[in-house]
């Protein structure tokens, strides 16, 4: 699925609840899921754009500029028009799809055209080809390493919660607006 980017001159389709991927949001090597942005727009901004939400566990890849970031939607999120989203069909679940396209970006970034910027489109999927296993083999295949790709999102998802923690904590222990019996007081109620 390719994204989109609301007019950016229009005030109300910005600064909403739904979270808007962009190169820039890609996640670090080891935390593949990504739960937040650096932008979000409203329901207005997504309904009036080319921009398409995608479910928590879709595969989203950079397609311009930085070819082959890879992250997977932690939640529901859309993205823009650098980027496409890649979604498991006909038995073929999200684990299978990030680990195939990671595979991929190699191929993909030689596959990469563009005067300006390197870019990646549909047809150059669909100049890739690599084996798939049967849908009986595929679903064992998602059995199998799905409870491992939820552990990875059980760690990044806590990582952040205690990344905010920190960042709420340390400026008040700093100041001495707060004492530690009072940052562990709060850091309790935080989780």
């Known amino acids: 699925m390719g994204g989109g980017t609301p007019k950016t001159s229009e005030p109300t389709y910005w600064g909403g609840n739904i979270p808007w991927f962009s190169v820039v949001d890609t996640p670090p090597g080891s935390e593949i899921f990504i739960f937040h942005t650096e ?14 939400l995608l479910e928590a566990g879709d595969t989203i890849i950079s397609a311009r500029g930085t070819v082959g970031n890879l992250a997977i939607a932690g939640c529901l999120m859309a993205f823009n028009q650098s980027c496409y989203g890649l979604k498991g069909v006909n038995g073929y679940g999200s684990c299978f799809v990030f680990l195939a396209a990671k595979n991929m970006v190699t191929k993909l970034q030689s596959l990469a055209h563009g005067s300006v910027f390197s870019t990646i489109t549909r047809q150059t999927f669909d100049s890739v080809h690599l084996p798939r296993p049967g849908i009986a083999i595929a679903e064992q295949f998602e059995l199998a390493t799905s409870p491992l790709f939820e552990q990875i999102r059980a760690n990044v998802a806590e990582s952040g919660t ?25 850091a309790g109620e935080a989780l």
């Open 39 to 52: 932008k979000k727009i409203t329901e207005a901004g997504l309904q009036n754009s080319s921009a398409r």
């Open 162 to 186: 205690l990344a905010a923690t920190r960042d709420l904590l340390l400026p008040k222990l700093m100041s001495g607006e707060i004492r530690v019996k009072d940052a562990e007081k709060l």
